[in-house]
């Protein structure tokens, strides 16, 4: 069997990120400026480097993004107040709480709190319950991205066996409901999770297999249908070994890590017809799935 055709994610968020500059550009031009503002609260090293991401993608689009720093100590009272002043503040299109938090904070209460009008990361309940009706105007960034690949590759869903495996409520849950979202042309999805009794069995039949545990190596070759179109969402940092096994190293002399899915991609790359590399297929369109939802909060708020 023939390689799978590779789903570029960097080309599709290339030819996105064109688009969305546009629609800043049309906002602009109507006296509409577009505001993300993200709330960091303490100090995180993970969390500077999607900062330093989300603002350069945001100032290659037009959009204005503002970084507020909270002290480590913060209180949830206090970090509720400070939510309410951006919700209340017509300057602010966008509002993303950076991950992870203190001990001290409630994500989800935070979450909760965010206004729908302004929840870029789509994860308030009302824009979850959205999800239920069919009726998305934004939503969780990853399964949002992993969509739009498909789209962007003229894959039809219509009826197709899917199986999703994981069950988290910011990958599997949100992307389980997207492939409901048509009434007449929706996928057939089943959920895999911790708790699934014999994963492969699953997989196996899938015509369209998501995957998205952070557990590398989690679906092999042999767990996979031949010629099924395959999504790998996972992204796990892992020893990169030579052929025989042995650590390889950088030029420090320390044992280097790579980037991998939960696929095992060299084995699923022979039996899928379709599949996404990691990195580079999923992962790119998350940051451009938050522009996307950004801007059309703007839109939405006329």
Do not use: W
Request: charged share 25%; proline share 5%.
């Amino acid at each position: 069997m023939m390689a799978a055709k590779l789903l570029d994610g960097e080309a599709l968020a290339a030819t996105l990120k064109e688009k969305l500059k546009a629609k800043v550009e049309e906002l602009k031009s109507k006296g509409k400026t577009v505001v993300l503002n993200a709330v960091q609260v303490g100090e995180n090293a993970a969390s500077r480097v999607y900062i330093k991401n989300q603002k350069g993608s945001c100032e290659e689009i037009g959009l204005t993004y503002e970084l507020k720093e909270l002290p480590a100590e913060t209180t949830q009272e206090e970090l509720d107040k400070f939510i309410d002043g951006l919700n209340n503040d017509p300057n602010v299109t966008g509002i993303i709480l950076q991950m992870p938090v203190p001990k001290q904070i409630d994500a989800r209460t935070v979450q909760r709190r965010i206004s729908p009008a302004k929840d870029v990361e789509g994860m308030h309940p009302m824009n979850m319950g959205n999800l239920v009706f069919g009726d998305m105007k934004v939503g969780p960034c990853t399964p949002l991205g992993a969509m739009e690949l498909l789209k962007a590759n003229g894959i039809d869903l219509k009826g197709k066996e899917t199986v999703v495996v994981g069950h988290s409520e910011i990958v599997g849950k949100p992307l389980a409901l997207m492939l409901l979202s048509s009434m007449n042309e929706s996928a057939t999805p089943t959920v895999c999770h911790i708790a699934t009794q014999d994963l492969a069995s699953h997989t196996k039949r899938a015509d369209l297999l998501f995957v998205a545990c952070g557990v590398p190596g989690l679906v092999k070759g042999d767990m996979i249908k031949d010629g099924a179109i395959v999504v790998d969402i996972g992204i796990n940092r892992v020893p990169d070994l030579d052929k025989d096994g042995n650590a390889v190293l950088n030029k420090k002399g320390k044992p280097k890590k790579k980037t991998v899915g939960d696929v095992v991609f060299e084995e699923a790359v022979e039996k899928a017809s379709m599949i996404t590399p990691v990195p580079g297929g999923v992962g790119p369109l998350t940051v451009m799935m938050l522009l996307q939802n950004t801007v059309s909060l703007a839109e939405a708020a006329g």
